[in-house]
């Protein structure tokens, strides 16, 4: 394959029919990727004929944006399946492995740079479409966003908001409703919502503030609240079918699962009083519906019908227990549980 004499090659020929410069044959070299056979009597790199597909299998390797380490163990991989007899080139099953989670690992990778910069393109339109008395304001919610965005706050929020000790499984599975996955490629819309949402769920964190906590926490306990938010989640979803339908609140399954989960938690009967109690309390107990309407800004594509979250579920349910029963307030010092 070589000219020369003895088989081996120079390094500018060896980068020549790479097609690749001296200064990067040099950098492998250094670094161990390329080892040369031996040196000339001047001193200079000499590399056998192996070295042309080794090199081409290299630059091959960086074309795909893969770090010099993992392309070194892709080659470690690759000569260990030729001294066993591999077929070498990622061919032996030891370096495909090693190939194959490589590239996967770049490709959640490079999913995340790319959803940092749809997120980054989205926040920078929202910026130039907005009215400049609004600039500076919109640049600071948004600069409090990290990039890709980040949920940590919103978890955080919710996790002071649950009653303290409820287990883990059931404070998880409330939390996979309650707090919204940012979109992928996010309208400059839904980047306003989340960074608005960001900038509501970091407040309470801050020194000398605290949130206000429901009636129904109190009285549940962690062992009851789990009970609780376990039934209300599948209440959430039965009024979710009617929100998506647009139907006006009224009693039914959805309702009745809604109290259910309240008699469960309470340990007590479901009774016309309980339900006007039930009604009275909630009607008064601390709202997230600053929360809930920007979460429903986030999750629904510009444009299309809003999609139902647990606050809107909620709000359904409640309607239709108030106009059920009637109630407008409820007797002070009596919750629904001494019914």
């Not at 647990?310 to 029963?325: C, M, N, R, Y």
Request: proline letters at 9%.
């Amino acid at each position: 394959m070589f000219t020369s004499y003895d088989g081996l090659c120079g390094i500018g020929e060896l980068a020549e029919l790479a097609g690749v410069t001296v200064k990067t044959v040099r950098f492998y070299s250094d670094r161990g990727l390329l080892p040369e056979v031996s040196r000339s009597a001047g001193g200079h790199r000499r590399y056998g004929p192996e070295a042309l597909g080794r090199l081409r299998l290299i630059r091959s390797l960086r074309a795909l944006d893969l770090s010099v380490p993992e392309v070194r163990r892709i080659l470690e991989a690759d000569d260990e399946a030729d001294d066993g007899n591999g077929t070498g080139h990622g061919g032996g099953g030891g370096a495909s492995a090693v190939l194959e989670s490589a590239v996967a690992e770049r490709l959640r990778e490079l999913g995340s740079e790319l959803r940092a910069l749809r997120w980054r393109e989205a926040a920078l339109r929202l910026v130039q479409e907005c009215p400049p008395g609004e600039r500076a304001g919109r640049l600071r919610l948004i600069g409090a966003v990290p990039l890709p965005p980040s949920t940590a706050p919103l978890v955080r929020f919710w996790r002071g908001w649950l009653p303290a000790r409820m287990p883990a499984r059931s404070a998880g599975a409330f939390l996979d409703v309650a707090v919204p996955q940012p979109p992928d490629d996010p309208a400059p819309s839904q980047v306003l919502a989340f960074a608005r949402l960001n900038a509501l769920t970091l407040a309470p964190c801050r020194p000398g503030t605290a949130q206000p906590q429901p009636e129904a926490h109190r009285a549940a306990g962690a062992r009851g609240a789990a009970v609780l938010y376990a039934g209300l989640a599948e209440a959430y979803e039965l009024a979710g079918v009617h929100l998506r339908r647009d139907r006006d609140p009224h009693p039914g399954e959805a309702l009745d699962g809604f109290v259910a989960a309240y008699t469960g938690a309470y340990g007590v009967r479901d009774t016309p009083d309980f339900r006007r109690r039930l009604a009275g309390q909630l009607a008064v107990d601390p709202r997230l519906d600053g929360y809930w309407e920007l979460v429903t800004e986030v999750i629904t594509v510009p444009g299309g019908r809003p999609e139902p979250t647990p606050g809107s579920a909620h709000d359904w349910l409640l309607a239709a227990l108030v106009g059920q029963t009637g109630a407008t307030g409820w007797d002070q010092g009596t919750s629904p549980r001494q019914s």
